[in-house]
């Protein structure tokens, strides 16, 4: 069974860098799926940050103005979000997900709040 | 970007009755492919969201088959045959067609 398993600090000092990482537990990542970062704001909606198909191919929210940064771990059971120069605006519930060629995310990790605060 | 809009925002239903929610998207989710990249995602509360359909109409793995999804190029539809305690949550749309992925704002149904 595939689980996905954010992880990371919960405080994250303003203009800082915000550093999350997704276990993924029970498959190994590979060319067949995406897979994706997205946010959720208290309260809000969501929103896509972006994704990396084949280890080297990723997608970004043109919204996030370059601050992103999605890889996965030469072992391949990981892949990793990093999001420069955080402002208080950046505070969410942060989730990892699989995105099979359906389209649509089927598998979803817990999600990790993040909070930008001093 | 591609806008996702969902009416209502809000749907309060009797238990055993249906509910229709809708999404409308400001352009085609038809892809170059030939696909329609439009999934629903519920979203209880406290909980990570949970695909319940994609490509407008396919039912994920587990999902019960009182919901359906139904529409095509910019106009969708999630609908919940009877509904039950266990479907209080929000609803998104979600079109993964074309670059941004964007969202619906979501549709909170709850029990009237």
């Known amino acids: 069974q595939v689980q996905l398993q954010e992880s990371g600090p919960g405080l994250v000092n303003p203009s800082e860098t915000l550093s999350l990482t997704c276990v993924v537990s029970g498959y190994s990542i590979s060319n067949v799926y995406h897979w994706g970062w997205i946010r959720q704001p208290p309260g809000k909606g969501l929103e896509w940050i972006g994704s990396?198909?084949?280890?080297?191919?990723?997608y970004y929210n043109p919204s996030l103005k370059g601050r992103v940064t999605i890889s996965v771990d030469a072992s391949k059971t990981q892949f990793s979000l990093s999001l420069r120069s955080v402002t208080a605006a950046d505070t969410a519930v942060y989730y990892c997900a699989r995105l099979p060629s359906g389209g649509g995310f089927d598998i979803w990790g817990q999600g990790t709040l993040v909070t930008v605060s001093s | 970007d591609i806008v996702m809009t969902q009416t209502p925002l809000s749907s309060p239903v009797t238990l055993g009755q249906p509910a229709s929610i809708s999404c409308r998207s400001s352009q085609s989710l038809v892809h170059t492919n030939g696909n329609t990249y439009l999934s629903w995602l519920q979203q209880r509360p406290g909980q990570p969201p949970r695909l319940l359909i994609y490509q407008i109409s396919n039912r994920f793995s587990g999902v019960p088959d009182r919901f359906s999804g139904s529409g095509a190029g910019t106009d969708f539809t999630l609908k919940i045959s009877r509904v039950e305690l266990e479907d209080v949550g929000i609803y998104y749309c979600m079109q993964a067609s074309q670059f941004p992925y964007t969202f619906g704002q979501g549709t909170k149904l709850e029990i009237k």
């Open positions: 990396i198909y084949n280890s080297a191919n990723t």
